[in-house]
């Protein structure tokens, strides 16, 4: 017999115990019930993925689990927020027992590493599509946002750039000596929830990398009103993704590619003995508006825009 929805909800997602004090009430009633500790503000964000948009047909539903909770986790550590709870939505062209127990097994792993608690969603039938919505903590008044970067400020990021998007390169059929690396981080990113609580307090601005570095700091620099320069030399660039531009000549795959969701952050120079060892500078924030680029001495302007839905 097929599983109806409550049963799929019953025999796939209602198995984790309850991690995080702040959790009410969770999943078997019409809504979820959150406590939110005096002093905190509740973060809130949502993200949606579809089949041949967002991920391609035959993906191992075991990572897609992880990474669509994973990028909602990213999104709350660019805020600098600890993760409480996360509801879910699935629309489902048919039940497969054995494709939901291995998106499951994603999901909720990643979950419980975070003491996340999945306290509700839907189900529905139609074409695959899966979204999240996650919440998490910041202390008031201190989380982090895109509008306070400040001339003067350094840029970091809290690692390496390009690595997922030559995991889609890979996928597409590009031909690469070494891929598990790059394949992972396309697959299966991991959100950088540590570091975003190190920069409370530390940064100034911050914004998680989903739609490439080109078009993530951009939406820092137009909300905070300022410019910035890029040092080419400086950027955190794997062998595997130097190996890449050597072959293709490519060299503005990293500056555009998503899915890398590491952090892009500001911080004022007299601060930056606290940044964590595992970032890395890669230019100034400028009074001058726009993006710009050294390359090899040479500065130009960056005008390449990572992807963006409907253009």
């Not at 031909?175 to 959100?191: E, G, I, S, V, W």
Request: aromatic fraction near 8%.
């Amino acid at each position: 017999m097929a599983l109806s929805e409550f049963g799929l909800i019953q025999r796939f997602f209602t198995q984790q115990t309850v991690a995080n004090p702040s959790t009410r009430l969770g999943i078997g009633d019409d809504c979820a019930l959150l406590a939110i500790p005096e002093g905190y503000e509740l973060a809130v964000t949502t993200d949606t993925m579809v089949e041949n948009v967002h991920f391609f047909v035959g993906t191992d539903p075991r990572q897609l689990g992880h990474k669509l909770l994973a990028v909602n986790l990213s999104d709350l550590a660019s805020m600098g927020a600890n993760p409480i709870s996360a509801t879910l939505a699935l629309t489902l062209p048919n039940v497969d027992e054995r494709w939901l127990a291995a998106f499951a097994k994603g999901f909720l792993a990643l979950a419980k590493h975070y003491d996340v608690d999945l306290i509700g969603g839907d189900t529905t039938s139609g074409a695959l599509t899966l979204t999240v919505q996650a919440m998490g903590l910041v202390p008031s008044g201190k989380a982090l946002l895109r509008s306070a970067a400040k001339p003067g400020d350094f840029v970091y990021l809290s690692g390496n750039l390009g690595d997922a998007g030559l995991g889609l390169k890979i996928t597409q059929g590009y031909q690469c000596a070494d891929p598990k690396m790059a394949l992972a981080r396309f697959n299966a990113p991991l959100p950088r929830v540590e570091e975003g609580l190190v920069l409370r307090g530390l940064a100034h601005a911050c914004i998680d990398l989903s739609d490439g570095l080109a078009s993530d700091l951009g939406h820092i620099l137009e909300q905070s009103r300022v410019g910035a320069c890029i040092d080419w030399e400086a950027l955190p660039l794997s062998a595997e993704v130097l190996a890449y531009i050597n072959d293709t000549g490519d060299w503005h795959m990293p500056l555009v590619a998503g899915d890398d969701y590491e952090l892009c952050f500001t911080v004022s120079p007299q601060k930056s003995a606290w940044v964590p060892a595992s970032c890395r500078k890669i230019g100034v924030i400028e009074a001058t508006p726009g993006l710009r680029l050294n390359k090899s001495g040479a500065i130009q302007l960056l005008k390449a825009k990572g992807y963006e839905h409907f253009s």
